[in-house]
């Protein structure tokens, strides 16, 4: 369980992007998948930050971005 002061899984990378409202759903099952099977999404956003993926100023960005979580997750296994 989570404790009172632990983000939401999609508050750690959602905060650094342009979400339209069907991104941000994508965006929650990739989410609720990464915590199902132990991913590392603090990990996921350092790596795409020091990649300069993340921060996201844009929608186009934002998807590429969602794109790369997306990659990192499903190949996390």
Do not use: W
């Not at 404790?3 to 965006?27: R, Y």
């Not at 132990?38 to 934002?62: A, F, M, Q, W, Y």
């Amino acid at each position: 369980m989570r404790s009172g002061n632990e983000p939401e899984n999609i508050e750690i990378l959602a905060g650094e992007m342009v979400l339209s409202e069907t991104m941000k759903q994508q965006l929650a099952q990739i989410c609720d998948y990464a915590r199902i099977e132990g991913v590392d999404l603090e990990g996921i956003k350092r790596e795409l930050t020091e990649k300069g993926v993340l921060p996201c100023n844009n929608k186009n960005d934002s998807k590429k971005a969602l794109e790369e979580i997306y990659r990192h997750v499903a190949c996390s296994f």
